[in-house]
């Protein structure tokens, strides 16, 4: 059985934690170091991140969370990419979550996992990037997560003027619809756009 360093720990909790981060407690208290233990390893990790350069990420305290992000030198690349003709189709994966979002908001990143299955940190992060949703304040309850909303610029890219325009969701003896109508819904309606 391999044996995990602290710092391996902590850099997959940083991973996995997305655009919100995760606290000095939060780690303290998943892999079973105080917190000033915790505390030195990051440091530790950021510091062996930004000595080494064929590595493109560094770990940024915002709000007393610590979270991974890409170095600042590479902004001008992902700017590019994400600017790119080609990288304006959204894929599958983005659209469920956007649909998510647009049906739900304002939403969690977490109850948008629970709903589609899968971590969808990285969705998010595109989506973000793409100006399609935005953080919409904090949801007042343990760990205050972000909460998203879409942006007039999803209206623009669906070519509606309000949310109102979205199609209704099917309701079944006055109970509300599944998730699973949802992502349906929202596909039929696009897909129905397109042709």
């Not at 780690?27 to 915790?38: D, E, F, N, R």
């Not at 709903?115 to 919409?136: A, F, P, W």
Request: proline share 4%; with cysteine.
């Amino acid at each position: 059985m391999q044996v995990l360093s602290n710092q391996a720990k902590i850099e997959s909790l940083l991973f996995v934690s997305g655009s919100e981060g995760i606290s000095l407690t939060e780690i303290s208290q998943l892999i079973g170091l105080l917190k000033p233990a915790v505390h030195d390893q990051i440091l530790r990790l950021n510091k062996k991140y930004q000595e080494d350069s064929s590595c493109s990420f560094e770990i940024i305290e915002a709000g007393e969370r610590y979270r991974l992000a890409t170095k600042k030198v590479f902004s001008n690349l992902l700017k590019q990419y994400f600017e790119a003709p080609s990288m304006i189709e959204i894929s599958g994966a983005c659209l469920e979550t956007l649909s998510i979002v647009a049906y739900k908001q304002p939403v969690t990143r977490i109850e948008i996992e629970e709903i589609r299955g899968v971590q969808s940190g990285g969705m998010i992060q595109k989506l973000l990037l793409l100006d399609l949703i935005k953080e919409d304040g904090r949801l007042d309850a343990p760990g205050r997560p972000i909460l998203y909303s879409t942006t007039t610029n999803f209206l623009d890219y669906f070519g509606i003027k309000t949310l109102s325009e979205l199609p209704e969701l099917p309701k079944d003896k006055d109970e509300q619809a599944s998730d699973e109508d949802v992502l349906e819904l929202f596909n039929a309606k696009l897909y129905e756009e397109e042709q």
